[in-house]
């Protein structure tokens, strides 16, 4: 397992990654759980297959015109956007996700995979404050976040983070506690405007770590 795959495989988020094709080439265990697809029948399949992804208003979003897979050479940011999947058993999930493509320098950490995407359950609440506004332009390309400004410490964490050190390496390379570690993630979550370490990993890769 490279680098990259072995961060991900690893966090507690649904990730999974598809090459320029659009092709599932890496799924991690709560990916598979949150759809019911077995890692086996996932990989090399079509990712708008899997997900069959709509909008909050039904209308269908994966397919031949998805913009992201077209645009992994471009690395052009992309925002975080609410898309409603079906698993396996045909039951439709509510999604925010985020998608990361990857530097070509670190294209071989993360194998096969050109673009990273990490998905996040929507609870009801949320649904219901976003049906209730009107549908909004399809196109997720040119997103940006202004997150506030990290700690030398901070960035040097984020840093060591995104070229895949996990928590106990990160501590070791820094001679710092791990529990120290996992502090200062605490605190870049608020600055970078994310709710976990694979969301910030996901930012350091696409903005670097500010």
Same mark, same amino acid.
């Given at each position: 397992?490279?680098?990259?795959?072995?961060?991900?495989?690893?966090?507690?988020?649904?990730?999974?990654?598809?090459?320029?094709?659009?092709?599932?080439?890496? @799924?991690? /265990? %709560?990916? %598979?759980?949150?759809?019911?697809?077995?890692?086996?029948?996932?990989?090399?399949?079509?990712?708008?297959? *899997?997900?069959?992804?709509?909008?909050?208003? #039904?209308? +269908?979003?994966?397919?031949?015109?998805?913009?992201? +897979?077209?645009? =992994?050479?471009?690395?052009? =940011? *992309? $925002?975080?956007?609410?898309?409603?999947?079906?698993?396996?058993?045909?039951?439709?999930?509510?999604?925010?996700?985020? =998608?990361?493509?990857?530097? !070509?320098?670190?294209?071989?950490? @993360?194998?096969? *995979?050109?673009?990273?995407?990490?998905?996040?359950?929507?609870?009801?609440?949320?649904?219901?404050?976003?049906?209730?506004?009107? +549908?909004? %332009?399809? !196109?997720?390309? &040119? #997103? /940006?976040?202004?997150?506030?400004?990290?700690? /030398?410490?901070?960035?040097?964490?984020?840093?060591?983070?995104?070229?895949?050190?996990?928590?106990?390496?990160? =501590?070791? $390379?820094?001679?710092?506690?791990?529990?120290?570690?996992?502090?200062?993630?605490? &605190?870049?979550?608020?600055?970078? #405007? *994310?709710? /976990?370490?694979?969301?910030?990993?996901?930012? @350091?890769?696409?903005?670097? !770590?500010?």
């Amino acid at each position: 397992m490279n680098a990259l795959t072995e961060v991900f495989a690893q966090t507690t988020d649904a990730v999974f990654g598809i090459d320029a094709a659009g092709r599932i080439r890496f @799924a991690n /265990s %709560e990916f %598979e759980r949150l759809l019911g697809y077995p890692c086996s029948q996932l990989c090399d399949s079509w990712c708008a297959d *899997v997900l069959c992804g709509t909008d909050i208003h #039904g209308q +269908p979003f994966c397919g031949e015109d998805c913009p992201i +897979p077209k645009t =992994a050479d471009a690395r052009q =940011a *992309v $925002r975080d956007f609410d898309l409603v999947v079906r698993r396996a058993d045909g039951d439709p999930v509510l999604t925010n996700i985020g =998608a990361c493509y990857i530097p !070509s320098h670190l294209r071989e950490q @993360a194998g096969r *995979v050109d673009v990273f995407f990490s998905l996040r359950r929507v609870n009801p609440r949320r649904l219901l404050q976003r049906m209730a506004k009107p +549908p909004v %332009e399809k !196109s997720v390309m &040119n #997103g /940006s976040r202004d997150p506030g400004k990290l700690t /030398s410490r901070e960035k040097e964490i984020l840093g060591l983070a995104a070229a895949g050190l996990q928590t106990s390496r990160i =501590a070791s $390379r820094l001679c710092i506690s791990p529990q120290t570690v996992r502090t200062h993630f605490r &605190n870049i979550y608020p600055k970078l #405007g *994310v709710n /976990s370490r694979t969301e910030a990993v996901i930012h @350091a890769l696409q903005h670097g !770590s500010h």
